[in-house]
């Protein structure tokens, strides 16, 4: 059974940082790609950013393109998600993602950004 548990999200002001880990309850090399969703209250979940397996390559919404980092930790079975500059519409529940075969989600973590 595939587990993602995220942490790291709280409350921040407008322009601070945040960064966001989830541990995979087993080895992420076992996945195609992991990567971070969002949802803001009343609006659909949208991608973050994806990191791949093999190669390394990452995608971002266009909304993060120079703000967020996405990278893995392979020894610790980690992804994380490192926030700067944020802004009140970053503001959302983030969720870990992984996919094989299908995708598999974490419980999300709350982000608030305050003006």
């Known amino acids: 059974q595939v587990q993602l548990v995220e942490s790291g999200g709280g409350l921040v002001q407008a322009g601070g940082s945040l960064r966001l880990s989830c541990a995979a309850s087993g080895s992420i090399f076992n996945f195609n790609a992991m990567g971070w969703y969002r949802q803001a209250p009343g609006k659909q979940r949208e991608l973050v950013a994806t990191i791949t397996s093999v190669g390394d390559s990452t995608n971002y919404a266009d909304s993060v393109k120079g703000r967020f980092t996405i990278s893995r930790d392979n020894a610790k079975n980690t992804v994380y998600l490192q926030m700067n500059s944020l802004q009140p519409e970053d503001t959302a529940v983030y969720y870990c993602?992984?996919?094989?075969?299908?995708?598999?989600w974490g419980q999300g973590t709350q982000v608030t950004v305050s003006s």
């Open positions: 993602a992984a996919h094989k075969y299908r995708y598999y």
